[in-house]
């Protein structure tokens, strides 16, 4: 298996949980591939857009003004005011990120992945962890 295939598999998982997440339960493996690509095409997008606002400041790394400029190039963020200046301390659209992590899909979608979080503790549900136990135990008894 080749590096990216690995790297393709690594990122189905996550593609199929976020497809899990937004109510897609069952899909096609061809679908689960599909959708799998085109994220992994979105965020080598981000990156290489990322990449070049840096280079066009003269960085050869890149900061947070340039990965907050990529996202509002490649659609993650809505920009306030597309005549801002980019210097500009204006982060209302970051602020409105965040708020997105911290809302109820991305909740959900920690819930879907095994993550959940619980009164000051976040890691691995016990509900993933019971899941697992399950699998486990039945893969035991059918051997």
């Known amino acids: 298996m080749t590096d990216s295939e690995v790297y393709f598999t690594l990122l189905r998982v ?3 949980q976020t ?3 937004a109510g897609i339960t ?6 689960v591939d599909a959708f799998t690509d085109l994220l992994a095409r979105y965020l080598t997008l981000l990156g ?5 606002f840096a280079e066009s400041g003269g960085r050869t790394q890149a900061e947070l003004i340039d990965a907050r400029m990529a996202m509002e190039h490649v659609g993650l963020l809505r ?8 210097n500009d301390d204006d982060t209302e659209a970051v ?5 997105w992590f911290r809302g109820p899909q991305v909740a959900d979608m920690r819930r879907v992945a095994g ?3 619980k009164e000051g503790q976040v890691g691995k549900s016990d509900e993933w962890l019971g899941a697992t136990k399950k699998l486990s135990e039945k893969r035991n008894t059918t051997v």
């Open 14 to 16: 996550s593609a199929a």
């Open 19 to 21: 497809l899990r997440s």
């Open 26 to 31: 069952a899909a096609k493996p061809s679908v």
């Open 48 to 52: 290489t857009t990322t990449r070049n």
């Open 79 to 86: 920009p306030i005011n597309i005549f801002n200046d980019p």
């Open 95 to 99: 602020d409105a990120l965040v708020e």
């Open 115 to 117: 993550y959940a979080e």
